[in-house]
């Protein structure tokens, strides 16, 4: 199946350290999202991909960045981790048309980071 | 910015029907969405409305009135493998990300 792929699954970091998460794409799909999910609250957005550039911004530090690549996947990159950062992070893959909402978003299973 | 309320936690008995609410507050609309996350798991898509009206797939239905900002989802002939987090979704005009609800928690008892 060409869903969407994520990698790795679980991480332990400690305090401090830079930690990178990957993403690829459903098959056919184009543009990338990523999102933060901490335990017993909704995806938080923190930007999204589309054409190798950085397109959308949520309101997240820059120690958040990205990265997407010419064959769509993607990767979340996080410096100077904070225990904050602990949470699950969702990737999710959608195809950019003009006007189209986005309603057929196709997630991840996530990667879950736990800072210690 | 956009906000977006629905209960935390709704328990419903097997075989049951149950609606779980969803109100937002957009500074423009496209549409609103479900989504349905057991633990441990990826969301996964159930519905969505653009309009306003009741759109049904299976057991799910999902409602949406734009003038009163609000919509719900209704889950008919409850099972046990319903119980998860169920969260609604807005999308803005242009190619905006979707917002997410903080969730809703489904526990389905026998």
């Known amino acids: 199946d060409a869903g969407v792929t994520q990698s790795p699954t679980h991480l332990i970091k400690t305090r401090g350290q830079q930690v990178t998460l990957r993403c690829s794409p459903k098959s056919g799909?184009?543009?990338?999202?990523?999102?933060q999910q901490a335990l017993g609250q909704?995806?938080?957005?923190?930007?999204?991909?589309?054409?190798?550039?950085?397109?959308?911004?949520?309101?997240?530090?820059?120690?958040?960045?990205?990265?997407?690549?010419?064959?769509?996947?993607s990767e979340l990159n996080v410096n100077a981790l904070?225990?904050?950062?602990?949470?699950?992070?969702?990737?999710?893959?959608?195809?950019?048309t003009g006007g189209s909402p986005y309603y057929g978003y196709t997630f991840g299973s996530g990667t879950?980071?736990?800072v210690v | 910015g956009q906000s977006l309320e629905?209960?935390?936690?709704?328990?419903?008995?097997?075989?049951?029907?149950?609606?779980?609410?969803?109100?937002?507050?957009t500074s423009?609309?496209?549409?609103?969405?479900?989504y349905q996350q057991h633990d441990g798991g990826a969301p996964?898509?159930?519905?969505?409305?653009?309009?306003?009206?009741?759109?049904?797939?299976?057991?799910?239905?999902?409602?949406?009135s734009r003038s009163d900002s609000y919509g719900y989802l209704l889950l008919q002939e409850l099972q046990m493998k319903d119980s998860a987090s169920y969260f609604c979704a807005v999308?803005?005009?242009?190619?905006?990300?979707?917002?997410?609800?903080?969730?809703?928690?489904?526990?389905?008892?026998?």
């Open chain 1, 112 to 114: 879950r980071l736990t």
């Open chain 2, 91 to 110: 999308s803005e005009p242009g190619n905006t990300p979707l917002v997410f609800g903080k969730g809703t928690r489904l526990s389905v008892i026998a």
């Open chain 2, 44 to 64: 996964t898509f159930l519905s969505y409305n653009g309009l306003d009206g009741l759109e049904e797939t299976g057991r799910f239905s999902s409602f949406l």
């Open chain 1, 82 to 96: 904070l225990l904050g950062d602990s949470a699950l992070y969702l990737c999710a893959s959608s195809l950019r």
């Open chain 2, 28 to 34: 423009g609309f496209y549409g609103l969405s479900w």
């Open chain 1, 29 to 35: 799909h184009d543009t990338v999202s990523w999102y």
């Open chain 2, 6 to 25: 629905q209960p935390s936690e709704v328990t419903a008995v097997e075989g049951a029907i149950v609606q779980i609410n969803c109100t937002y507050q």
């Open chain 1, 42 to 73: 909704g995806p938080q957005f923190i930007f999204q991909y589309y054409e190798e550039e950085e397109r959308q911004r949520g309101n997240f530090p820059d120690r958040f960045s990205g990265h997407q690549f010419p064959n769509y996947s």
